[in-house]
């Protein structure tokens, strides 16, 4: 298992999250390219989550 920093997690976070805002802005919400984005944030928030309260 592939098991990241907390800082490589926060940098992993914010180049998903720009890329779903981008695609969003361009293709819609509702586009299956930003669901699928939003899906993979949603994965990575809450592996983060639970490394902050170890």
Do not use: C
């Amino acid at each position: 298992m592939n098991v990241l920093s907390l800082q490589e997690l926060e940098y992993k976070i914010d180049v998903l999250r720009t890329l779903m805002i981008a695609v969003g802005k361009s293709k819609g919400l509702n586009h299956p390219s930003t669901i699928k984005f939003s899906q993979e944030l949603d994965v990575l928030l809450n592996v983060y989550q639970k490394n902050q309260l170890k």
